[in-house]
């Protein structure tokens, strides 16, 4: 595998995982992040908010430099 095929699958996951945390917020703290229940793992909501947050903006900025890696193509593919 080439460095371009790596890169292009860690943008498609991270594609994937933006998808999936995007339905996870809520503004009002319904949506499908109560489907399930509040994860034991945190110990308030403004806690699992604040990191739900937090990962969604890395996976944002990992995907757009991804994007602009892949398209601009300074791996010579």
């Not at 595998?1 to 996951?13: E, G, H, P």
């Not at 809520?26 to 994860?39: F, M, N, V, Y």
Request: glycine share 12%; charged share 10%; proline share 1%.
């Amino acid at each position: 595998m080439t460095i371009a095929n790596i890169l292009q699958v860690i943008w498609t996951f991270s594609a994937i995982g933006l998808i999936i945390l995007v339905l996870l917020h809520s503004p009002k703290g319904d949506g499908l992040a109560g489907i399930g229940g509040q994860a034991q793992l945190f110990t308030s909501t403004k806690s699992a908010e604040t990191t739900l947050n937090r990962v969604t903006w890395t996976l944002t900025i990992l995907f757009m430099g991804l994007t602009v890696i892949l398209s601009a193509g300074w791996l010579g593919k």
